[in-house]
């Protein structure tokens, strides 16, 4: 029930942003086509400035994956995560997740697909997927938008972020299912 | 520190595809990588556009304002160093809201808009503020309400109950936006004293 409530609000929230925006701003007599000109004339700018960004990135992380070293890495780390009650199945997507959304749901969808989705390892790929973000694409692409070299404590910080998520994802799957 | 792994996933990467005969993978893999990578920022230029247009107007109708002062005790204490009016606020509050609620390519709009404002307030251009460390730690361990991605794809793959995974996300997340939080006010509170302590 309250499952649904939460899918129904994510289906209506951008259209009713929409309608809240437009209607607030037309109340307050303001000029809702010259501002939306106005504010948008900047986001082509902003988003052709990252491109460098992601190019290093996406080519860094296709060439780890596609070569195998990926797997071999998430072997060389089974042993490790075994300890806290990791399966095996789930090392890549662990490994994958902070490198690249797009590659981290598609593991997550081939292990749902692959295990069912109700199986325990199905579940955990789906908490997993949900818990922890792309912490690389994230730093990489705000920090280049605006120029910055020295990124101080916001990478260890992202990658503890990963692995706090990891292990919460891990504790609560092997304490409900 | 990502110069090493960057240089640590180029450089595996070519001796895995080497060592396994695959050096053809090489030429290929940079290639199309490359373009995924513009790919991606062709999709976000529409976003962005669409979102920066859709924030100008609630800002010029007072909305952002109004969220931004409910929310003023919570960024008075994560962002000391933002002056409490300024704009910054306004876009890190909406990509928040925007992560909470799953709704993924209106977040990166926002969030490199906050990232824009925050620089306007960086003393050393190319050094990060804590405000933005603060920023980038509360993005990337954002609680997760509506999953919304992963649940379709439970639904797709024909779960019983596709929705049974949001409780647990949303704890999970919980707990890491709060540890990852905490760890973030405990550096920024660390540093300062050290460099305090430097300067005498």
Redesign the interface.
Same mark, same amino acid.
């Given at each position: 029930m309250?499952?649904?409530i939460?899918?129904e609000?994510?289906r209506w929230?951008?259209p009713f942003? *929409?309608v809240?925006? &437009?209607v607030?701003?037309w109340?307050?007599r303001?000029p809702?086509y010259e501002? +939306?000109? /106005?504010?948008?004339a900047?986001?082509?700018q902003?988003?052709?400035r990252?491109?460098p960004y &992601?190019?290093?990135?996406?080519?860094?992380?296709?060439? *780890?994956?596609?070569?195998?070293?990926m797997d071999?890495?998430a072997r060389i780390c089974a042993p490790v995560l075994g300890l806290v009650g990791a399966p095996t199945e789930v090392l890549p997507l662990a490994v994958m997740r902070p490198?690249s959304?797009s590659s981290a749901?598609g593991l997550?969808?081939e292990l749902?697909?692959s295990h069912?989705? @109700?199986t325990f390892i199905?579940?955990l790929a789906?908490?997993m /997927?949900?818990?922890? @973000?792309?912490? +690389?694409f994230?730093?990489?692409?705000?920090?280049g938008?605006?120029?910055?070299?020295?990124?101080?404590?916001?990478?260890? &910080?992202?990658l503890?972020? @990963?692995l706090?998520?990891l292990f919460?994802?891990l504790?609560?799957?092997h304490l &409900?299912f | 520190?990502?110069n090493l792994?960057?240089l640590f996933?180029?450089l595996?990467?070519?001796?895995?595809?080497a060592y396994?005969g695959?050096i053809d993978?090489?030429t290929e893999?940079?290639f199309?990588?490359?373009n =995924?990578?513009?790919k991606?920022?062709l999709d976000?230029?529409g976003?962005?556009?669409?979102?920066?247009?859709?924030?100008?107007?609630?800002?010029?109708?007072?909305?952002v304002r109004v969220l931004a002062r409910l929310l003023r005790p919570l960024t008075v204490l994560l962002f000391p160093g933002v002056p409490p009016n300024h704009p910054a606020l306004g876009a890190i509050i909406m990509n928040i809201s925007a992560n909470i609620?799953?709704?993924?390519n209106?977040a990166?709009?926002f969030?490199?808009?906050a990232? =824009?404002e925050?620089?306007k307030l960086n003393p050393h251009?190319?050094?990060?503020t804590d405000a933005?460390?603060t920023f980038?730690?509360a993005?990337?361990?954002?609680i $997760?309400?509506?999953?919304?991605?992963?649940?379709g794809?439970?639904v797709a793959?024909?779960?019983?109950?596709?929705?049974?995974?949001?409780?647990?996300?949303l704890?999970?997340?919980g #707990?890491?936006?709060i540890? $990852?939080l905490f760890?973030?006010f405990c550096?920024r509170n660390f #540093?300062r004293a050290r460099r305090r302590r430097g300067r005498k």
């Open positions: 309250i499952e649904q939460l899918t609000v994510s929230a951008i942003l *929409f809240l925006f &437009l607030v701003g109340c307050r303001i809702v501002a +939306f000109i /106005q504010g948008a900047e986001g082509f902003i988003a052709v990252i491109i &992601l190019v290093a990135m996406f080519v860094a992380i296709k060439i *780890f994956r596609v070569s195998g070293a071999i890495f490198l959304g749901l997550a969808t749902i697909y069912g989705p @109700d199905g579940r789906s908490v /997927q949900g818990t922890t @973000d792309t912490t +690389f994230v730093l990489t692409v705000y920090f938008s605006v120029g910055i070299k020295r990124y101080r404590h916001a990478v260890p &910080l992202g503890m972020a @990963d706090t998520g919460a994802s504790f609560i799957c &409900l | 520190m990502l792994i960057w996933l180029i595996t990467g070519i001796g895995v595809a396994n695959r993978l090489v893999t940079f199309s990588g490359a =995924e990578g513009v991606v920022c976000l230029i976003l962005m556009t669409l979102w920066l247009g859709m924030l100008e107007i609630a800002k010029q109708a007072g909305l609620l799953g709704l993924g209106a990166t709009p969030g490199l808009k990232m =824009e925050l620089q251009q190319e050094t990060a933005m460390c980038l730690a993005n990337t361990s954002c $997760t309400l509506v999953p919304a991605t992963i649940v794809v439970r793959a024909g779960s019983a109950n596709p929705t049974e995974i949001v409780g647990p996300t704890f999970a997340t #707990f890491t936006m540890v $990852t760890a973030d550096w #540093f």
